[in-house]
């Protein structure tokens, strides 16, 4: 059984930087896919950024194209977020998610599609 543990979270200024991680045990992760979504009290979960644990394409929500990115350390079995140039609008939840699959983009954003996810990390921007 997989387990995930993000990290990283907290209380950012608008237009400032974070990076959240995410510890992932439990199986051998040299295939599947990894994601990260958020959500806000009241809405449904959204989709940030995903990729394949092998490498190859990567996949950005339209809302955060060009603001975040997504990385993996194979070694310690983290994924990483990094979001720049963050706005209020992005204060939220933020999830992992893992599955042994390799999805592809028009898979990659469906919530179903994980059968893993961490507890979450709060990212509040504010000033």
């Known amino acids: 059984q997989v387990q995930l543990v993000e990290s990283g979270g907290g209380l950012v200024q608008p237009g400032n930087s974070l990076r959240l991680s995410c510890v992932a045990s439990?199986?051998?992760?040299?295939?599947?896919?990894m994601a990260w979504f958020r959500q806000v009290p009241g809405k449904e979960r959204e989709y940030v950024a995903g990729?394949?644990?092998?490498?190859?394409?990567?996949y950005y929500a339209d809302s955060m194209k060009g603001r975040v990115s997504i990385s993996r350390d194979n070694s310690r079995n983290v994924v990483y977020l990094e979001m720049n140039s963050l706005k209020p609008e992005d204060t939220a939840v933020y999830y992992c998610?893992?599955?042994?699959?390799?999805?592809?983009?028009?898979?990659?954003?469906?919530?179903?599609?994980?059968?893993?996810w961490g507890q979450g990390t709060q990212v509040t921007v504010s000033s």
């Open positions: 998610a893992a599955t042994s699959r390799n999805l592809i983009a028009s898979s990659v954003r469906r919530m179903g599609e994980y059968d893993a």
């Open positions: 439990g199986r051998t992760f040299s295939s599947g896919t």
């Open positions: 990729r394949r644990w092998s490498g190859g394409n990567f």
